[in-house]
T-cell receptor, first 115, second 121 residues
Framework: DTGVSQDPRHKITKRGQNVTFRCDPISEHNRLYWYRQTLGQGPEFLTYFQNEAQLEKSRLLSDRFSAERPKGSFSTLEIQRTEQGDSAMYLC?????????????FGPGTRLTVL | AQKITQTQPGMFVQEKEAVTLDCTYDTSDQSYGLFWYKQPSSGEMIFLIY??????QNATEGRYSLNFQKARKSANLVISASQLGDSAMYFC??????????????????FGKGTHLIIQP
């Protein structure tokens, strides 16, 4: 059973550029979550999907952030017009949710550096 | 809203000793889940253990156990017989079972700031 994978693992970009990250969840999982983690902090929830539906996006940090999960499998997180403050680790997690509380399994993360 | 507090920014422990990492939480919901994750320097968050708010027994997973004291809103992680490979950041996290009803908002996990555990030989 393969775990959650994320690509790329590292991304360096210049301020103002757009970046896109990909997450492939564990195959039988129906939920997919995105988090951001800045230095010295715990992860901060951004958004999540149940199958294809994005059920929560009010926590996305600004309208420059968007996420998709077009066929209910992999997901992408895009940041437009990157700013230096966007430099962080972006973590993806997946789970199989039936009711109440699900256990989320995380990928290795994508570390973004905005110059 | 949910809140997790981890009061130990860093801990040094001798190898083979038991370790207790503190976690207190706050929520208005009656049904919720508590989690501990380990994050080595590589960055990946590794799930360690889960405790449901209605579970009567403390959760155990190998060398990990969760000391759950509901009245005190405490969910401490105990690592028995620590090993050098246990050196990492440890995060306590929680989620309400029904955040749309408790006012907690989204279904994501709320994390604490973490404890940096260093095991010394």
């Amino acid at each position: 059973d393969t775990g959650v994978s994320q690509d790329p693992r590292h991304k360096i970009t210049k301020r103002g550029q757009n970046v896109t990250f990909r997450c492939d969840p564990i195959s039988e999982h129906n939920r997919l979550y995105w988090y951001r983690q800045t230095l010295g902090q715990g992860p901060e929830f951004l958004t999540y999907f149940q199958n294809e539906a994005q059920l929560e996006k009010s926590r996305l940090l600004s309208d420059r952030f968007s996420a998709e999960r077009p066929k209910g499998s992999f997901s992408t997180l895009e940041i437009q017009r990157t700013e230096q403050g966007d430099s962080a680790m972006y973590l993806c997690a997946s789970s199989f949710w039936r009711r109440e509380v699900d256990t989320q399994y995380f990928g290795p993360g994508t570390r973004l550096t905005v110059l | 809203a949910q809140k997790i507090t981890q009061t130990q920014p860093g801990m040094f422990v001798q190898e083979k000793e038991a370790v207790t990492l503190d976690c207190t939480y706050d929520t208005s919901d009656q049904s919720y889940g508590l989690f501990w994750y380990k994050q080595p320097s590589s960055g990946e968050m590794i799930f360690l253990i889960y405790q449901g708010s209605y579970d009567e027994q403390n959760a155990t997973e190998g060398r990990y156990s969760l000391n759950f004291q509901k009245a005190r809103k405490s969910a401490n992680l105990v690592i028995s017989a620590s090993q050098l490979g246990d050196s990492a950041m440890y995060f306590c996290a929680m989620r309400d079972a029904y955040p749309m009803y408790s006012g907690g908002g989204a279904d994501g996990l709320t994390f604490g700031k973490g404890t940096h555990l260093i095991i010394q030989p």
